[in-house]
């Protein structure tokens, strides 16, 4: 059997991809880079939306541009 991994945990997901707190069961909009992704959570701080990257880092306006005038998708 072919091993499957998670890109962001390593978690093996052959047989069972619903374990892996990474999995989003709905497929996601297809979003740019530079989008506000409204679905994932800075990793700085937590907040919402995130300037998309497509590398799964992604970050909100403030953490990304450092001005707080870019929070809620101000960018």
Do not use: Q
Not at 48 to 71: I, K, L, M, R
């Amino acid at each position: 059997m072919t091993k499957i991994s998670c890109g962001k945990c390593g978690e093996c997901l052959a047989g069972r991809p619903e374990k892996c707190v990474h999995l989003t069961i709905r497929p996601k909009k297809k979003l740019k880079p530079g989008d506000a992704d409204w679905s994932s959570k800075c990793v700085g701080c937590g907040a919402t939306p995130t300037v998309y990257t497509g590398h799964g880092d992604d970050s909100c306006g403030p953490c990304t541009f450092g001005e707080s005038e870019t929070a809620g998708g101000n960018w």
